[in-house]
């Protein structure tokens, strides 16, 4: 990690996790540690590291897994009274269509529309960007926030993770 960060310790409970793929792919099993586990190379020792990690909190935590397209996961998303509804999703958008793109942003406009003081919503992201055409791509953290619909760049980081340069 570089930059600053604010990292003084808050409570957070997590009232519900759930996974949207269109393959999903269950770590809790042997099979599906081991598929997930093929895709990283020999040689990424920490990236290693963080899956087995990853694959150690899904086991304790368990996400509920849906087979859907992204388009019909944001579709199916519901603000609850009380809690911040996060939307995440870490280089994606480049394999989607430009229709199922457009149907994310129309979900997640009318999300933010519906967010309020007691049921505000969140899309944290981590896609390339490029700052005009034939510039270098990044991967950029960013947030958007409702009530206000407000998008702030928070990093910047390599596509596999670490190290995060944050703003």
Request: proline share 8%; hydrophobic share 40%.
């Amino acid at each position: 990690m570089r930059g600053t960060v604010d990292c003084r310790p808050r409570a957070v409970r997590i009232v519900e996790r759930h996974g949207y793929d269109i393959a999903p792919i269950d770590v809790t099993g042997a099979d599906g540690e081991l598929t997930v586990l093929s895709y990283v190379w020999p040689d990424q020792h920490a990236r290693m590291k963080r899956l087995r990690g990853a694959i150690a909190v899904a086991r304790t935590v368990p996400a509920q897994l849906h087979r859907q397209t992204a388009a019909e996961a944001v579709a199916g998303l519901t603000l609850a009274d009380g809690t911040l509804t996060v939307l995440w999703h870490s280089i994606t958008w480049q394999y989607l269509s430009a229709d199922e793109r457009a149907a994310i942003r129309a979900a997640v406009e009318h999300l933010g529309a519906q967010a309020g003081p007691r049921a505000p919503f969140a899309h944290l992201t981590l896609e390339p960007a490029r700052d005009g055409p034939g510039s270098p791509l990044k991967f950029l953290v960013r947030a958007a926030g409702w009530p206000g619909g407000r998008t702030r760049v928070l990093g910047e980081c390599h596509p596999h993770g670490p190290p995060v340069t944050w703003r």
